[in-house]
Nanobody, 124 residues
Framework: QGQLVESGGGLVQAGGSLRLSCAAS????????MSWFRQAPGKEREFVAA????????DYSDSVKGRFTISRDNAKNTVHLQMNNLKPEDTAVYYC?????????????????WGKGTLVTVSS
């Protein structure tokens, strides 16, 4: 199944930016739909963004659309999440996930593997 390792989290002021990375080993990111999820304290894990394995089209939740950008670096086998204009409500642990399912899905239940997460804290 391989391993996913997130990095790039940290503390940032509202309006700032962060770039998260997800390094994959044991799998080729272009062969999977790669997604980012997040989980805030006391809340359920929620979908943030995905880049599909076929064609590389992207999908975003309404709460981050226009502020976040997901991308894939095939040469480095890494997926990135550029987060701009961050808000305090973006504070959460961000997880990278992969699925080999043929049909596109946003469901966390359909992910094959997960990273351990990276914490993003946005101060007001």
């Amino acid at each position: 199944q391989g391993q996913l390792v997130e990095s790039g989290g940290g503390l940032v002021q509202a309006g700032g930016s962060l770039r998260l990375s997800c390094a994959a080993s044991g799998r080729t990111v272009s062969a999977y739909t790669m997604s980012w999820f997040r989980q805030a304290p006391g809340k359920e894990r929620e979908f943030v963004a995905a880049i599909r394995r076929s064609g590389g089209s992207t999908d975003y939740s309404d709460s981050v659309k226009g502020r976040f950008t997901i991308s894939r670096d095939n040469a480095k086998n890494t997926v990135h999440l550029q987060m701009n204009n961050l808000k305090p409500e973006d504070t959460a642990v961000y997880y990278c996930a992969a699925t080999g399912r043929y049909l596109y899905t946003r469901s966390s239940n359909d992910m094959d593997s997960w990273g351990k997460g990276t914490l993003v804290t946005v101060s007001s």
